[in-house]
């Protein structure tokens, strides 16, 4: 069905015509601030979701990308941490429907031969899907705006995300949903690098430098992996709470 969406240009010029008006935080040129703008997205192809955005967390990534440290189009809804309700669904998505609680996370294309093994981190068309603010067929749903979206395949500064079937990952409807939203990026990355990178052994001696979200996740981690000493090294004097210096 994925597929499908990609290349039926008549499916793709009726969702065009169907638009919902959201709240969105948009950077409009290098290193300027987050400013609260109406915007219009479509409504969901034939494999998208659209999300009622109810969290949403700020990473390094979204200033690298306002900055222009990261050459990505602007203006841009950026975000890529969010979380909330499934609003309405295309009609080949069958893993989640209106009403479900939702993390979104990293987009992947599904047809790959990563994707077809796997392998969604590694996907051939990832770095496209996160940094091209644009579906694969080169489309953007808010382009009637002249306004690019589609950031990590959600765009989650905004009151209303699209994303697709492929990233979006329903929890519990009683997991709070400010806690959600960092499961779709740092809590995953720190662990990930952990658990199934270095697959720590029990007993273990492990230094994470960096105690932000990605490094506090790693340090998570470690702990459950059974790593004995851990060590968190940081710039800043302020030790996160589960860091208790020596």
């Known amino acids: 069905m994925q597929t ?20 969105a935080a948009l950077v409009r040129r290098k290193g300027g601030p987050f400013e609260l703008e109406t915007l219009h997205v479509e409504a969901p192809r034939v494999d998208e979701v659209l999300v009622r955005i109810v969290a949403t967390g700020i990473c390094q990534t979204d200033a690298h990308v306002r900055d222009q440290e990261y050459q990505t189009p602007l203006p841009a809804v950026l975000g890529h941490k969010g979380a909330g309700v499934v609003e309405q669904v295309g009609s080949g998505v069958t893993s989640v429907a209106p009403g479900d609680h939702v993390a979104l996370s990293y987009p992947s294309c599904g047809h790959c031969r990563y994707c077809l093994s796997g392998h969604a981190p590694y996907c051939e068309h990832g770095f496209e899907l996160c940094f091209g603010m644009k579906r694969l067929d080169g489309s953007n749903a808010l382009a009637q705006d002249s306004v690019h979206g589609h950031f990590f395949g959600q765009s989650s500064f905004a009151t209303y995300a699209l994303a697709t079937e492929r990233n979006v990952v329903k929890v519990p409807d009683d997991m709070p949903l400010e806690f959600a939203g960092p499961l779709g990026c740092g809590m995953h990355t720190g662990a990930g690098a952990v658990l199934n990178t270095l697959r720590i052994p029990a007993g273990a001696s492990v230094a994470v430098f960096g105690a932000g979200g990605v490094g506090l996740a790693a340090i998570m981690a470690a702990r459950y992996a059974g790593a004995s000493t851990i060590i968190a090294v940081d710039v800043n004097d302020d030790a996160p709470p589960m860091c208790v210096p020596n």
Do not use: G, L, S
Request: hydrophobic share 35%; net charge positive; proline share 5%.
């Open 4 to 23: 499908k969406a990609f290349n039926d240009p008549e499916a793709a010029r009726e969702t065009a015509t169907k638009v919902r008006e959201i709240k």
